[in-house]
């Protein structure tokens, strides 16, 4: 148990010591912009490089091995450049256009899916429940072979 806590331990401090955000250690964790997908918009519409779009909610996210851990500040639409990797915020005009011209029921306030809201808080949940109980097996497991001692002694 020692070792997998030493491994974690040394994980976590190389990726959070690196001061340029190129070189951390990128699959450790994410802290920032991301964007959930809710449309493809049509072909025509296109970014300034050419590139297809897609219409969904964009948001900040702090994530662990990819797993979505904290979300903060707001939430509002936006198209995403997928090739690119470029968010574009949308102002109300532009998504009531969107809602306009293609008949999309959308919420005043846009949400996130399951799994961004719940979803990896469940998971990290999990996670420190097996780690909890696999040190409680095995604490009891040496308790027990301490007293396993004790008692052939007193026969």
């Known amino acids: 148990m020692k070792k997998i806590y030493f491994v974690l331990c040394a994980l976590l401090v190389m990726g959070l010591s690196s001061n340029r955000a190129e ?37 900040d996210q702090f994530s662990l091995f990819y797993v979505p851990i904290w979300n903060y500040g707001q939430t509002e639409y936006a198209v995403y450049d997928s090739k690119a990797k470029t968010i574009y915020e949308l102002d109300e005009e532009d998504v009531a256009a969107f809602k306009e011209e293609y008949g999309w029921e959308l919420p005043e306030k846009p949400s996130l899916s399951f799994w961004n809201r719940i979803g990896g808080k469940l998971v990290l949940l999990a996670v420190a429940a097996a780690l909890l109980g696999i040190w409680m097996w095995k604490r009891r497991s040496e308790d027990t072979q301490e007293q396993q001692p004790e008692t052939a002694q007193a026969n």
Do not use: K, Q
Not at 30 to 43: A, C, I, K, S, V
């Open 23 to 59: 070189a951390r250690m990128t699959i450790l964790y994410g802290n920032g912009p991301e964007f959930e997908r809710m449309y493809d918009l049509p072909d025509s519409l296109v970014s300034e490089e050419g590139n297809p779009l897609e219409f969904g909610v964009t948001f």
